[in-house]
DNA sequence: TGGCGTTTGTTCGACATGCTAACGAACCTA
DNA sequence: TAGGTTCGTTAGCATGTCGAACAAACGCCA
């Protein structure tokens, strides 16, 4: 009765998401394929987010902090410019800066330029904590991705940033760009 | 810190025209560049979820309840199964539950056969929410994706569910939060 | 029939993210 | 020097999420 196993609904249902029809024209079932698929990636990510953040002892967001400031090294980065990237508020960046100051992972030093800005600076402990965090999706990624032939690899870049595109098209307006592992420094000169 | 050796700064953000320097056999470039893809979707889809549980007047999370719930339609679901099917606890799902009865959007029944359990069903005034609720995201995809031609689709789909399965391949266990067991529970038969 | 362990859902208390608004300090410009 | 702007922080609020504790219902078994 009710208890014909939860799971069919639509998107996020993963009872539909194993076999699909690969080749047919115009199948609606190719969609919710992709939307499943997407669905799936989302919450994997989800997933591993928070246990890595566990693992680490610090959450997803604080750990996304932290990578951007060990990634800037001595420089260092100001919440306004850590705001901008993680796209949230700064004060949210203040609260997550709490608290890795706090766990001795940052430290703020008072611009010596601008007696307004802030640098947020890594310390050593938390440098190795950045770099000892094993992103475990991505290293899980990274191993199969590396695992594939190249035709593969060329084909699964192509596609992931057309999703990319799709997506997030438009949706990047006035904000300094992503970043995963670079950081622009933003001058807002320019 | 994504990466360590992430020094090309050309792949990053909104300017990713695709531009690998090297192809040689190890193609970190092409790592960096799914993982980069890879973050831009997820974030995408946070902003996205925001925006539209906005819209609709809900939280992203309380929309999945709903949309979850109107899958089911009349059959419901008891807490237990949202709890697992989100991948959450059922404290949350309580929580969660809690508010859509308060804006009348779901009720709650107690089950006849099973007096421990609660169906948790759909209204009519929250089925026309679920419905009507554009998941601005998937709108966006759907349309991106059915402009495509057909082998492209074809590409697309199954680079999807690749990256799926490498994802959320054998990460049932070792976390405590995805201990749950939906995954296998729709297996088809394997 | 009665008792005891188990399942299910809820309540409670604690934290984390994230926002907006208000505010003070520093800066820049006129 | 005055006024406006930028930056960071503080304060207050809403939400999600968890674990622990708990009550009710179930099931099994003697």
């Known amino acids: 009765m009710s208890n014909k196993r939860h799971g069919t609904s639509g998107i996020e249902g993963s009872g539909v998401?194993?076999?699909i029809p690969l080749m047919s024209e115009a199948h609606p079932d190719r969609t919710d394929a992709c939307l499943i698929a997407l669905r799936r990636i989302l919450r994997a990510t989800e997933q591993y987010e928070r246990s890595l953040a566990q693992a680490a002892g610090l959450t997803s967001a604080q750990l996304r902090v932290l990578q951007i400031?060990?990634?800037?090294?001595?420089?260092?980065?100001t919440p306004k410019a850590l705001a901008m990237q993680m796209r949230v508020s700064q004060a949210t960046v203040t609260a997550l800066v709490d608290k890795l100051v706090a766990r001795g992972m940052v430290t703020r030093f008072r611009s010596r330029t601008d007696g307004r800005q802030t640098d947020v600076v890594i310390t050593p402990k938390g440098d190795e904590t950045a770099t000892s965090a094993p992103d475990a999706l991505q290293q899980r990624f990274v191993r199969a991705f590396e695992g594939m032939r190249d035709w593969e690899q060329?084909?699964?870049v192509s596609s992931l940033e057309r999703v990319a595109?799709?997506?997030d098209a438009e949706r990047i307006d006035a904000s300094p760009v992503l970043t995963?592992?670079?950081?622009?420094?933003?001058?807002?000169g320019a």
Not at 69 to 77: C, F, H, L, N, T
Not at 180 to 188: F, S
């Open 17 to 19: 998401a194993y076999k």
């Open 180 to 188: 995963i592992g670079e950081i622009k420094d933003d001058q807002p």
């Open 154 to 156: 060329a084909q699964l």
């Open 69 to 77: 400031v060990a990634a800037r090294g001595q420089a260092g980065a």
């Open 165 to 167: 595109a799709m997506l």
